[in-house]
């Protein structure tokens, strides 16, 4: 299985809803990512775990909250955001933080209104 | 963060024709890797260059690096309408991933 899956695939939320985005891997990685990506603009890092603790915040607004409930799953839990959040939001993982290579879930794509 | 830059920007080809992308960046590097995004989907791993490889195949893919002039190719072979798709590479620079701003490939049938 060499599949990250992230849900859900779609999300409208108001800017005073509470959401969470879910990101699942049972390929024994040990680092995991969430990017987001504007259109047409590389993937931003947001957030790294590694080995289930936070390791890197690419100083994000508290607004965004990772969480890594065990070795295979990765949450991101969205509060009060922004219309400027509204993007295609990444989820990937890697066999250990450093990098060979990256895989990556197919995206939710958030709309804030 | 970004660190490289991509040209061209977009590339429009008939299919059949061989497609480059290059990839230049700043600083020195364990590895260079291209990743294929369909659009508005998840990136895909294409291929991965050590710092000391200088040219790489894969299926109709090659890859090259120069690090002397920081940059590197990849070169897309006998190209398909499936290849349409925006290219990325990365730079793996102090544990992390340092993506060009990506280029834009679109194959004509």
Request: charged share 20%; aromatic share 8%; proline share 4%.
């Amino acid at each position: 299985d060499t599949e990250v899956t992230q849900t859900p695939k779609h999300l409208v939320m108001g800017m005073t809803n509470k959401k969470s985005l879910k990101c699942e891997q049972h390929m024994g990685h040990r680092a995991m990512y969430w990017y987001k990506q504007k259109a047409k603009k590389p993937p931003e890092l947001m957030f790294v775990y590694s080995y289930e603790k936070l390791s890197i915040n690419e100083s994000v607004p508290s607004r965004f909250s990772p969480e890594c409930p065990n070795s295979s799953l990765l949450n991101l839990h969205l509060h009060a955001l922004q219309p400027e959040d509204s993007a295609l939001y990444l989820c990937a993982s890697s066999q250990a933080e450093g990098y060979t290579e990256a895989f990556f879930g197919q995206g939710t794509r958030l709309t804030v209104v | 963060s970004q660190q490289g830059e991509e040209d061209p920007q977009a590339l429009s080809i008939q299919e059949g024709e061989n497609a480059t992308m290059n990839c230049s960046y700043k600083t020195s590097i364990n590895n260079l890797q291209w990743y294929r995004q369909n659009s508005g989907r998840g990136l895909v791993h294409l291929i991965l260059i050590r710092s000391n490889e200088r040219e790489k195949h894969s299926g109709r893919l090659r890859v090259t690096l120069d690090t002397s002039k920081k940059s590197s190719s990849l070169l897309i072979t006998a190209s398909r309408a499936a290849d349409t798709a925006s290219y990325f590479c990365a730079t793996d620079s102090n544990y992390q991933l340092i993506w060009g701003a990506g280029t834009k490939l679109i194959i004509k049938p």
